[in-house]
C-alpha cells in the first residue's frame, strides 16, 4: 500500500532562517505529490504539487518543494521564514487505485517560528 | 460560491448517540472525501465518494456510514458514537479534469467530541 512519511513531527526554526520539511513516499511509480498547510483551527490549503516535468517546483507564500526520484522525496523549502508561517504542514500523494482517485496524508509536521 | 460547506462545526455527543455529519459543495465536483484528524496521526480516509449514488471505503471506515444522495452532499453517519471517534473531521472535494488543476478542496472541519 502506498504511504507518505514526514520524519519530523515538530520543526523549529528562528524567523528570517531556512526552512526544509522532509518528506518521503512510498509507491511503484511516480504520484501526484503535493504540500498542503492547515493554520490552526482551519482546513487544508494547497501550497503547491507535482505531476511532471521541472522536478523543483514553486508555490504559493514563497514555498518550494524538490522532487527527487532516485529517493522517493518530496521535500519542502523556503529561504526566509516569516511568523506567519507558523503551521502545520502536510505532505500527500494521489495515486489511482481500483479505478479511484485516493488522496493519502503523511502525519504533518508542525513549524514553530521563533521571533 | 461557497466551496466547501461543513455543518455543524461542533458537536458534543455522548456515548451511543448518533448523528450525522454534512459536507455540501457547490463546484459540481465529482469526487468527495471525508477525513479525520487526530494529533500525530494527520489526515486518515474514512470513506469516499466518486460520484452520486457511489461510495466506498477508506482506510479507517469502522463505525462510519455513508450516503452521497446527491452530487453536492457527501453525509457521514455516526450510527453509535464512542469515545474514539473523538476527533476533527474534514471533509473535501475534488475535479476531475486532469493534472494541471488537481487539487482538494477543504471545508473548515467539525469538532467533534464523545463523552
Known amino acids: 500500500a502506498q504511504s507518505v512519511t514526514q520524519p519530523d513531527i515538530h520543526i523549529t526554526v528562528s524567523e528570517g532562517a531556512s526552512l526544509e520539511l522532509r518528506c518521503n513516499y512510498s509507491y511503484g511509480a511516480t504520484p501526484y505529490l503535493f504540500w498542503y498547510v492547515q493554520s490552526p483551527g482551519q482546513g487544508l490549503q494547497l501550497l503547491l504539487k507535482?505531476?511532471?516535468?521541472?522536478?523543483l517546483v514553486q508555490g504559493i507564500k514563497g514555498f518550494e518543494a524538490e522532487f527527487k526520484r532516485s529517493q522517493s522525496s518530496f521535500n519542502l523549502r523556503k529561504p526566509s521564514v516569516h511568523w506567519s508561517d507558523a503551521a502545520e504542514y502536510f505532505c500527500?500523494?494521489?495515486?489511482?487505485?481500483?479505478?479511484?482517485?485516493?488522496?493519502?496524508f503523511g502525519r504533518g509536521t508542525s513549524l514553530i517560528v521563533h521571533p | 460560491n461557497a466551496g466547501v460547506t461543513q455543518t455543524p462545526k461542533f458537536r458534543v455527543l455522548k456515548t451511543g448517540q448518533s448523528m450525522t455529519l454534512l459536507c455540501a459543495q457547490d463546484?459540481?465536483?465529482?469526487?468527495m472525501y471525508w477525513y479525520r484528524q487526530d494529533p500525530g496521526m494527520g489526515l486518515r480516509l474514512i470513506h469516499y465518494?466518486?460520484?452520486?449514488?457511489?461510495?466506498a471505503k477508506g482506510e479507517v471506515p469502522d463505525g462510519y456510514n455513508v450516503s452521497r444522495l446527491k452530487k453536492q452532499n457527501f453525509l457521514l453517519g455516526l450510527e453509535s458514537a464512542a469515545p474514539s471517534q473523538t476527533s476533527v473531521y474534514f471533509c473535501a472535494s475534488r475535479l476531475h479534469v486532469g493534472a494541471t488543476n488537481e487539487k482538494l478542496f477543504f471545508g473548515s472541519g467539525t469538532q467533534l467530541s464523545v463523552l
Open positions: 465518494s466518486v460520484g452520486e449514488g457511489t461510495t
Open positions: 500527500a500523494v494521489g495515486i489511482t487505485s481500483g479505478g479511484s482517485y485516493i488522496p493519502t
Open positions: 463546484m459540481n465536483h465529482e469526487y
Open positions: 507535482y505531476f511532471s516535468g521541472d522536478t
